[in-house]
């Protein structure tokens, strides 16, 4: 029974706004129909939610007794209207604002019956208005939502575009597919399926949500809660091989107790020292872990929507989850293949950059880095990065200077629901470079033409890097591909020599912002040597302005008082 909590327990658990988006609007419902037992969720979103947003459940439904509260504030059935149960949440929903925000922001309609109950319940619901009549449905409960922010014109004038929030909500639901495998899931944009998902395992969903090349190489995780052996914490998931990793930590997916979650820090960071020296240094690899503790040991009420949650032992937890992942890792073999050798930088015919000097290579620090001298002053060069900074800029030359290769066989490529949405939001964009991705249906994409500058790389995965970027979440796909593309060549540490140095000076002094890698990094230090001359606390013959010191407004103050030290 739906009963509405007194106000003492409301202020308890009341965490601010909870439908400020359809995306929210999408998190509440799905929240329901899993809080209801459904083993059947359907999701519908037209307009990028603000037209309307439908969720349809084969869950227990809302008895015709109680169904008159359900778009009422603070009134729920997932919580006891007695203090201690804030403490106790078991439940992902639990305040009972979801529907009752959703009838202050849109027009509520909902249909409801119970498996046993003959005829089932309609509730329309507009701001605090509520009416309730009878229908025929099957068992189970179906909510829409329409004309979201109709009547709040200042909050539907700031709301994202349709297209971004699709890709939004497509990327909600497939955390909740890794998270419930055992469902049936689908998503539906203005009448097409995004997301179509059976009940399977968490590998399954993994090849649902990103494909099964990745699907295979991940690896099962399964640590259960001992109270005897004084562990109320379980892990159970899946991780990737340690040959499947990315630079960002976007595909480590973490929930508590079935609700997906926003990860501490904590526990990322435990999960890559899981994997110890079987990972490189930056890398982080695909995860999603299923956290199972015990009610009283979590709060999910730190969030307006849920996606946080305290822990009350968050270093006890962070511990078995490295656990975990050590001990999934140490039960299968997990040799790589060697690496590709790279060949050295080919030198830049471009005119040199008036602002960077000419430069004269008088050394190597730890294979890595160039010592080199210039305007009287030395300099440190990374020479990976600056040999990515060449890199980037010649594809960027060279990206528009002829016309697209049409493959000979166009290449069928898995895409993940989020990488769907960008496909429809950036076609026309990608097509306007010479990248042309062709959406095949049923999570697939068919590649069909390449920038001719990018066809002729000799890059690992080159297709995969390069859908990967265009596709992915940055906000300049173009240059999101070209870095990805330059870094993956681009000298690594062991592969410098006297003359590779030589030339990635050269290339670095032709580039037109030489003094970044297209990820940010400074490509070099200088250091004066009247720096170094007062380090070493010289004075006289040394102490002349050189180079940057040269410079009046960055020369250092006069030190007149120690002028006869020498």
């Not at 709301?159 to 497509?170: F, M």
Request: charged share 20%.
């Amino acid at each position: 029974m739906i009963h509405v909590l007194p106000p003492e327990i409301a202020r308890l658990i009341a965490a601010g706004e909870v439908v400020s988006r359809p995306l929210d609007v999408v998190r509440e419902l799905v929240d329901n129909a899993l809080d209801a037992g459904a083993t059947r969720v359907e999701i519908e979103v037209e307009g990028g939610g603000l037209s309307l947003v439908r969720v349809r459940d084969n869950g227990s439904g809302i008895g015709a007794g109680s169904v008159e509260l359900a778009a009422v504030r603070h009134a729920t059935s997932k919580l006891e209207p007695v203090a201690g149960a804030v403490e106790r949440v078991t439940t992902l929903g639990f305040r009972g604002e979801a529907l009752w925000a959703a009838a202050q922001a849109g027009d509520l309609h909902l249909i409801t019956r119970p498996a046993d109950q003959v005829g089932a319940s309609e509730v329309w619901a507009q701001g605090e208005s509520v009416r309730v009549g009878r229908a025929a449905a099957p068992a189970g409960t179906t909510v829409t939502v329409r004309g979201l922010f109709a009547r709040l014109p200042a909050r539907l004038r700031t709301q994202a575009t349709p297209a971004a929030e699709v890709r939004e909500i497509t990327a909600l639901m497939g955390r909740y597919v890794l998270h419930h495998p055992g469902l049936h899931w689908r998503l539906g944009v203005d009448g097409e399926a995004r997301l179509v998902h059976a009940p399977t395992d968490h590998r399954g969903a993994v090849a649902s949500v990103y494909g099964p090349l990745n699907a295979n190489r991940v690896l099962p995780v399964e640590r259960p809660a001992h109270a005897a052996a004084g562990s109320s914490v379980g892990v159970r998931g899946v991780i990737s091989r340690p040959e499947l990793t990315r630079a960002r930590r976007d595909r480590m997916h973490f929930s508590v107790n079935g609700r997906p979650v926003l990860a501490p820090p904590e526990l990322e960071r435990a999960v890559i020292e899981g994997y110890a020296e079987l990972l490189p240094a930056g890398a982080a690899p695909l995860c999603v872990l299923d956290l199972k503790v015990a009610p009283g040991d979590h709060n999910p009420n730190v969030h307006p929507a849920k996606q946080v949650v305290a822990l009350a032992d968050l270093g006890g937890v962070a511990a078995r989850v490295r656990e975990a992942v050590a001990a999934a890792l140490a039960q299968h073999p997990l040799a790589r293949a060697a690496p590709a050798l790279i060949a050295p930088p080919t030198p830049a015919e471009t005119p040199r950059n008036g602002s960077f000097p000419a430069l004269t290579l008088v050394g190597l620090y730890q294979n890595l880095y160039l010592l080199a001298q210039g305007e009287g002053d030395l300099w440190v060069v990374d020479a990976h990065a600056a040999h990515e900074r060449a890199l980037y800029e010649r594809l960027t030359r060279e990206l528009s200077a002829a016309p697209p290769v049409e493959l000979a066989e166009p290449e069928l490529l898995h895409l993940t629901p989020q990488q769907r949405a960008a496909l429809h939001e950036r076609a026309a964009e990608l097509r306007g470079w010479g990248l042309e991705i062709e959406d095949f249906g049923a999570g697939l994409a068919r590649l069909r033409t390449l920038p001719a500058a990018l066809a002729a790389l000799k890059v690992p995965r080159l297709h995969e890097q390069i859908v990967e970027g265009a596709l992915g979440t940055g906000p300049d796909p173009r240059r999101d591909v070209l870095a990805a593309l330059a870094c993956a060549p681009a000298l690594k540490a062991g592969m410098l020599d006297h003359g590779r140095g030589t030339l990635v000076l050269e290339a670095l002094a032709a580039c037109e912002h030489p003094w970044a890698c297209p990820h940010g990094r400074p490509t070099t230090l200088r250091l004066s040597e009247r720096d170094l001359a007062h380090a070493f606390g010289r004075r006289g013959v040394r102490d002349v302005a050189r180079g940057r010191d040269a410079t009046p407004d960055v020369a250092p103050k006069d030190t007149s008082s120690d002028a006869g030290r020498h």
